[in-house]
């Protein structure tokens, strides 16, 4: 069985994590999760390399191989649950995902 996307939610002491929200906000109405992880997402490949131009009139390209760094929170809201994974880009939630029900 899927969740909704709808439903991607966190519900955090009467107050829920939504979309877009920053890190310090979701820390107010969450709490410190058990656990975060941090790590590099490699730009799309759709993505066009930053090309600039080069005082001998050349270009150069810039980031080529840049990553756009991500974390991952999780939480482990409590007994017939499902353990929340939120996922920050920018500073700002992105997505939520759930892992394995609490027994």
């Given at each position: 069985?899927?969740?909704p996307a709808s439903a991607q939610t966190l519900n955090c002491n009467r107050d829920f994590a939504q979309m877009g929200d920053s890190k310090f906000a979701i820390l107010q109405k969450c709490g410190e999760p058990i656990f975060?992880?941090?790590f590099c997402k490699k730009p799309?490949?759709?993505t066009q390399p930053l090309v600039a131009p080069t005082a001998g009139g050349g270009n150069v390209i810039i980031n080529q191989?840049?990553?756009e760094p991500v974390e991952e929170w999780t939480y482990k809201p409590g007994s017939g649950q499902f353990v929340t994974l939120l996922l920050f880009e920018n500073g700002a939630l992105k997505?939520?995902?759930y892992g394995s029900?609490?027994?």
């Open positions: 069985m899927s969740v975060k992880d941090s799309d490949a759709s191989n840049a990553c997505r939520i995902r029900r609490i027994p």
